[in-house]
């Protein structure tokens, strides 16, 4: 079976997973985009032109993904929904009740009211909903599980996550909904969700956590994508925003951009992650796992560079002495074919943008092999969920100055800072 796929969302992300859409179809057949949606039809041109140039497909130009739904032109079997995060679970239900299986961007939807309204259609439908998280995908993360998972460092007693750096008072990714709580932005919200995706794949599920929380920069400027992402720039310069700001206005931003967070998880291991994008002058990147044997370094995820291991007499394990601690180890089918044939390696060199890009298609794959019954997507909707609660529940503790439960972030039973958001949004949980 070949699915047949809608693009919806023509910008930067847009642009970023019709790359993988093309790097897909270098190795794999399963897929065919067959339509771009955006209400931007300049941007939906130019992504499926990249398309086009790169795959035998010519994708149909639409101005929505009810246009596509209802044209005659195409015929549809899934949606690629990667739009800004306030739309995520509006095309996710309108596409599941039309029929369809739904691949979305993270984090899953703009509020875990959003993401119980989309599983409940989910249910409903029995459409498969797969959400795009990035991090664990890259064979490097992979590795890092299966030396925890072999004991490699004994029992783990705790994880340090700090992605601590400035944004110079700009405005992430040049894009302004990223500044406004409302509209679930800030680097705390937008970027910790991959933080806490990847936390909770390698120690296993949060109970509670505890959290400081701040708005430090409401002063931001609206600086060009060269300056706040030099490395993606070059993907997001056709996109066009909807707002009417243009480069070097002022920004206003409310959404928190400083988090210290304490967190336990259900294994009974302790926790730290400190996000900031007003760290000026003063940068740390990095993420360790500390157990009873020792400590494993990961690394930065999508750069090919290897985990390590450090043992508690000083000694070092790393580069290719780390599989001999993982004999059966070996990359998945989908992800070994990408990765040229490789099943078993410790590091490997690729520029950023091929990595991100063969990233995207082993989500492609995930989701097609899904759809025609083959399992279940790996990032499903509740462990789509359990990372965005993770992340929500910073947001909830430091609103509340008080210690939250995981478990209450996911049902709703905690929601005060998110109910400010379900107004605006005018979501509503009957």
Known sequence: MVLNMALVGAGGMGM???????????????VRMVAVCDPHLESAEAVA???????????????SLADAVESNDVTLDAVDIVTSTPAHHGLAIEAMEAGLDVMVEKPMGLTLTACRLMQRVEAATGRVL????????????RLARALLDAGAIGQPYFAL????????RGVMHSTVWRAKKVQAGGVVLDAGVHNADLLLYLMGPAVRVFAETDVNDRERVLRPMSDQAPGL?????HRREGGGEEVGDAVEQDAVDTAFTSIRFESGAAGQMVISDAAHGYGLGESVVVGSEGTLYRPPSRRGIGPRIVRGDGSTVEGDDLLALVPGWELDDVTSALWDGERRMSSYEMDFRQIDAKIIAIEYMDLARSSIG?????????????ALALAYGVMESGEAHE??????????????FQDVID???GIVEC
């Open 423 to 425: 107004r605006a949004a």
């Open 49 to 63: 032109g990249v398309i086009a140039e790169g795959t035998p497909e010519a994708p149909r130009v639409f101005g």
């Open 16 to 30: 970023r997973h019709a790359t993988g859409y093309v790097e897909l179809r270098k190795y794999f057949d399963d």
């Open 374 to 386: 083959d399992g279940s997507p790996e990032v499903g909707s509740d462990v789509g969920m359990a």
């Open 130 to 141: 797969s959400i795009s998280e990035n991090f664990r995908r890259d064979p490097m993360n």
């Open 403 to 416: 210690a939250v439960l995981i478990e209450d972030v996911v049902s709703g039973k905690v929601r005060g």
């Open 161 to 168: 996550d700090f992605s601590v750096g400035s944004a110079n």
């Open 233 to 237: 720039a070059a993907m997001y310069t």
